[in-house]
Structures are given as C-alpha cells and as structure tokens.
C-alpha cells in the first residue's frame, strides 16, 4: 500500500487542512462537464480517480470513483456509488478494466503524480481524461498581482502538461477549457470577473492553494482588492473582464488515447 499525503482535492476542499468545507461554491458546472463529457466519447465504464465528493460523476452511466480521503468518502451524496479507499499510484484494478478514465482537479494532490497517471492508464483500455491547470499559464492571472504566493503555490503543485501527456503516451490533445462568467465551480478562475466574491474568505478557501499561504498574505491580499476596487483601479485595468462571457485561462483538458 502506497503513503497517501493527501491534502484534500481542489475541487473538495478536505476540512482536516483547511478547516472549512466548500459545498457552496464547489459545485460542478454544466458547461465544464460538458467538455468532461465529450471527451470521455460516450464511455460507460468510467474511472474517476480522486473522486472528492462526485461533483462531476454525472457525465457518465457508471462510473467507479477512487478516493482516498475518508472525509471525502463519507460526503458523497447516497446516489452516488461507494468510493473505493485507494489512491492513484495503486489502483486495485485488473489491466484495462475500464473504458475510460477521468480525474479532474487532482492530479496535482498525489505524491507521484507520474506514477498516478501510469497506473490511470494500466487499468483503462481508452481514454484517460485529466482535467488540470497548465502551470505555465498560472500566472496570466490578475490575481497573481494581488496575492503571487497564490499562483506561485499553484503553479509549483500542477505538473507540467507535457509531463502528464508523457505519463500516459499514447496520442494526447489539450484543449482550452473556457471559464463561464457565472461559472459555478468556484475555483480560482472562476472568479475572473467578479472580483468581489474573492474578498469573501470562504470562496477563497475553497481553493486549496489559499490553505498553503500564511494570514499575512491573505490580510494583504484583502487590503490591496478592497482599496482597488474602491478606487477604481481594478476596473480601470481589468474592467472589461467584468462583461466577457467566458474566460480562457489555464484550465485544460489532456486527453490521452492508446
């Protein structure tokens, strides 16, 4: 049985590290799910490795989801199936068990990210989908003016996507994933043009990466939004983000076939 440092996933926040829960602002998108699902092609049987709580295990007809956090197990809606207690780097399952495969918002929590994607693609006779930020475009960000050591933070946990595509070899595609401006699932992005909602502290700990950085920086952060958006510097240099439908920031897809 392989270590799990688990720290909880992005999308399901686990209340042992951050101290908070984060079902109102961690809820699936239907247009993000949307992307999930075509590029799962129709698949029935369908891993979901670092399942969370299930957010997004409606996109396919069944789906057995691995998870190994036990608070994330017992938060999983009675309508979902059971999660099995294991983490990515040792699957319990025979070679090519599952049409398809997903993680989504996780890949960057396991200890060895590598040897999670090899196993992912042991047990998957399709294709795996890895919904992740590219960390090379992290930092495009606004935020990364007001608090870096946010990005900064995330961008040091997400592996390379040339790395995960090499993990899983085969033939692999990334794609954009735009971010709606009423996105639901509130991670960092999500609020690109509503900069409001991050001065709230319990959107902001929905993002696991907020859980990394001290009180100094979260302090600095809300001082340095609250006074911009007051004076109208914020909406001076990033105002017309405000009325653009849809965001492409570093939210993508990997989809890998053998």
Request: glycine share 8%; net charge negative; hydrophobic share 40%.
């Amino acid at each position: 049985m392989k270590a799990r440092p688990y720290d909880g996933g992005a999308h399901d926040v686990d209340d042992r590290t951050t101290g908070c829960g984060s079902s109102g602002y961690r809820g699936p998108d239907e247009r993000v799910a949307k992307f999930v699902a075509d590029a799962l092609g129709g698949a029935r049987n369908v891993l979901n490795v670092g399942a969370g709580t299930g957010s997004y295990e409606d996109v396919a007809d069944a789906v057995t989801a691995v998870e190994p956090s036990a608070s994330m197990r017992a938060r999983r809606p009675l309508r979902l199936t059971r999660a099995v207690d294991a983490v990515a780097e040792d699957l319990p399952f025979a070679d090519g068990e599952f049409d398809a495969a997903m993680t989504l918002f996780s890949v960057h929590q396991w200890s060895d990210a590598t040897a999670g994607l090899r196993e992912v693609r042991r047990v998957t006779r399709g294709p795996v989908v890895v919904l992740t930020c590219d960390p090379a475009t992290v930092r495009d960000f606004w935020l990364y003016d007001y608090a870096p050591e946010v990005l900064d933070t995330e961008a040091r946990r997400h592996p390379p996507v040339d790395e995960i595509a090499a993990a899983l070899g085969g033939s692999c595609a990334v794609e954009a994933v735009p971010i709606p401006l009423d996105c639901t699932d509130a991670f960092n992005e999500a609020y690109y043009g509503r900069p409001e909602m991050l001065l709230d502290p319990a959107a902001r700990q929905a993002c696991s990466a907020w859980s990394f950085v001290d009180d100094g920086v979260r302090e600095r952060f809300d001082r340095a939004l609250r006074h911009d958006l007051t004076s109208g510097t914020w909406d001076g240099r990033f105002g017309n983000l405000r009325t653009r439908p849809t965001y492409e920031g570093s939210l993508v897809i990997v989809r890998a076939t053998p």
